[in-house]
């Protein structure tokens, strides 16, 4: 991390098909060697696949939202070094670096998945998400164990 100035921060455009930046970003972490247009029919597969799970006027998109946000820490841990040792101090996560964390663990567990296609297993892991199980659920509940466990160096925090 540069001293000098904060790094510029790149604006994405929303995707095609819903207008919508959140499924942009989960696209472009899906996304491997810039294969985007692969990237986005996993992605809007597995948002098609999520349409059978829709009740009471809601659409896919809220559903997939609905899943991320379920997925989005509020605290982890960061290592600070005092005086000769690393104590891991909870600290509060910012809104970016929560989508961020809750859309890569969404994809890296589902890449851990046993279902055949891609589509598949980001499907699974959303419908996991949103009944409050799976792997990057667990993720999430792990980060927040271990801020808890640590809440006694919160005053290290600066």
């Known amino acids: ?3 000098r100035k904060a790094a510029a921060k790149r604006e994405i455009l929303p ?7 959140v499924v942009a970003k989960c696209i472009n972490v899906v996304m491997w060697d810039g294969k985007k247009q692969v990237a986005e ?11 059978a799970l829709v009740k009471d006027g809601k659409n896919e998109l809220d559903l997939f939202l609905e899943a ?4 989005k820490p509020s605290v982890e841990v960061k290592g600070r070094r005092v005086g000769g ?6 600290v509060e996560v910012r809104p970016a670096r929560q989508q961020t964390m809750a859309l890569r663990w969404l994809v890296m567990f589902a890449r851990k998945r046993g279902e055949r ?3 598949e297993r ?10 409050g199980q799976g792997g990057a659920f667990k993720k999430k509940i792990d980060t927040h164990k271990m801020a808890e466990a640590n809440k006694a160096f919160a005053h290290f925090r600066w």
């Open 15 to 21: 995707d095609s098909k819903y207008n919508n930046l």
């Open 85 to 90: 040792a690393t104590y891991q101090v909870p």
């Open 68 to 71: 991320v946000d379920a997925l």
């Open 41 to 51: 029919n996993i992605v809007y597969g597995a948002l098609e696949k999520l349409k």
């Open 117 to 119: 296609t891609m589509t």
């Open 122 to 131: 980001l499907f699974g892991e959303l419908r996991d998400a949103l009944n």
């Open 1 to 3: 991390m540069s001293r």
